[in-house]
């Protein structure tokens, strides 16, 4: 089986944990610091505060801006569902918001007609390595007076227009899930640039306190504590991470080339402001399922895009307008994404270029 995405984890990663085992200690200590540097030197946030995953960071960011029951969040239709049970967790709603039919990303002018009186935030999310437009966004908020909280899970040294993804709004958070182009099995990162925030978000992820050791609790907060063996894994990635992307580049003018001419299987379109981390390689095709069914028959394993959220089950009561989300159908029905791993071979490569090239034939 060609895999679609794994993470590539060898001896560095080994040589990281066993500063952890020599040290002793196992929770937010040395390596996370380092690690959190790391962060803010890739990214250019004044802050990187390391937490427990990507979903708690989005929490953390809602309940540092004091966003919750009675309040709104304008999140996009075509993403993975923790950015909206985000906001649910924090006690706000999440309004789904319609996204382009080329980027797959949140349409600032739908965004636009969704405000209202109880719209606190917009979330963008940068979907599949690629950059929300953040001009239109920032520009938006600006106008509007609302705060924006950037998903960037998957934007891990994605840049738009010159700047990392993450460091555009008032806060945004980076996720090392198992598959991200960066992992350390679980983990997240809050980045602002604002002081009082930064305080906030690691009050709420500390039990409410400034540091730790203190039995005494100013503030409500919670557990969410990152680990050294976390650190460990992350920094051994922060190393990989030019090879990675490069790799996942040279993987993605792989498929350009070869699949060059096939107009029933198009590749994402790119925005040209954005310097996108291929953390997939994903295309458009009109038969999608049926060229899944195809490469899995030969051995080759594909992904499909994500759920819309407004068909979610999981959100059937909530409260909101199903229609009018068309293209975020259509790009679920057609989207599908290519191996893209660090280690994909080449010939294995070409394996599946040939196999795609055949089906249309």
């Known amino acids: 089986?060609?895999?679609?995405?794994?993470?590539?984890?060898?001896?560095?990663?080994?040589?990281?944990?066993?500063?952890?085992?020599?040290?002793?200690?196992?929770?937010?200590?040395?390596?996370?610091?380092?690690f959190e540097d790391r962060t803010r030197a890739l990214t250019g946030a004044k802050h990187a505060i390391a937490i427990m995953n990507g979903t708690a960071a989005l929490f953390c960011c809602l309940k540092a801006l004091n966003i919750g029951p009675g309040d709104e969040v304008i999140v996009p239709n075509m993403t993975f569902i923790a950015t909206a049970n985000a906001v649910v967790m924090a006690g706000?709603?999440?309004?789904?918001?319609?996204?382009?039919?080329?980027?797959?990303?949140?349409?600032?002018?739908a965004a636009a007609g969704l405000i209202n009186a109880r719209t606190k935030a917009i979330m963008p999310v940068h979907l599949y390595g690629q950059s929300a437009d953040m001009d239109a966004l920032g520009d938006l908020v600006r106008r509007r007076g609302l705060y924006l909280i950037e998903d960037a899970a998957q934007g891990v040294?994605?840049?738009?227009?010159?700047?990392?993804?993450?460091?555009?709004?008032?806060?945004?958070?980076?996720?090392?899930?198992?598959?991200?182009?960066?992992?350390?099995?679980?983990?997240?990162?809050?980045?602002?640039?604002?002081?009082?925030?930064?305080?906030?978000?690691?009050?709420?992820?500390?039990?409410?306190?400034?540091?730790?050791?203190?039995?005494?609790?100013?503030?409500?907060?919670?557990?969410?504590?990152?680990?050294e063996m976390q650190a460990a894994v992350g920094i051994a990635q922060m190393k990989k991470l030019p090879a990675i992307v490069a790799k996942k580049k040279l993987i993605h003018d792989r498929y350009l080339d070869g699949l060059q001419g096939?107009?029933?299987?198009?590749?994402?379109?790119?925005?040209?402001?954005?310097?996108?981390?291929?953390?997939?390689?994903?295309?458009?095709?009109?038969?999608?399922?049926?060229?899944?069914?195809?490469?899995?028959?030969?051995?080759?394993?594909?992904r499909r895009f994500f759920y819309p959220l407004h068909l979610q089950p999981c959100y059937r009561d909530l409260s909101f307008e199903?229609?009018?989300?068309?293209?975020?159908?259509?790009?679920?029905?057609?989207?599908?994404?290519?191996?893209?791993?660090?280690?994909?071979?080449?010939?294995?490569?070409?394996?599946?270029?040939?196999?795609?090239?055949?089906f249309y034939a």
């Open 157 to 227: 040294g994605v840049h738009f227009n010159g700047r990392h993804v993450g460091t555009f709004g008032a806060l945004g958070i980076l996720s090392y899930y198992g598959n991200k182009t960066v992992t350390c099995g679980e983990g997240g990162m809050i980045l602002t640039n604002d002081d009082e925030l930064a305080k906030r978000c690691y009050r709420l992820k500390n039990h409410g306190r400034d540091g730790k050791g203190s039995f005494v609790h100013e503030h409500i907060g919670f557990n969410f504590s990152f680990t």
């Open 262 to 302: 096939l107009n029933r299987f198009r590749p994402a379109y790119i925005d040209p402001r954005c310097e996108p981390v291929f953390w997939f390689t994903s295309y458009i095709s009109d038969d999608a399922n049926t060229v899944a069914a195809h490469l899995a028959e030969n051995g080759v394993q594909t």
């Open 322 to 358: 199903r229609s009018g989300f068309a293209i975020s159908e259509q790009i679920f029905d057609e989207g599908i994404s290519l191996p893209s791993s660090y280690h994909l071979s080449e010939l294995d490569q070409r394996r599946v270029i040939e196999l795609v090239k055949k």
């Open 92 to 109: 706000a709603k999440p309004v789904f918001c319609e996204v382009l039919a080329d980027t797959f990303c949140i349409d600032s002018a």
């Open 1 to 34: 089986m060609i895999i679609q995405i794994e993470p590539w984890i060898d001896e560095q990663e080994l040589a990281e944990l066993k500063r952890v085992i020599s040290s002793t200690f196992v929770v937010e200590h040395d390596l996370t610091r380092e």
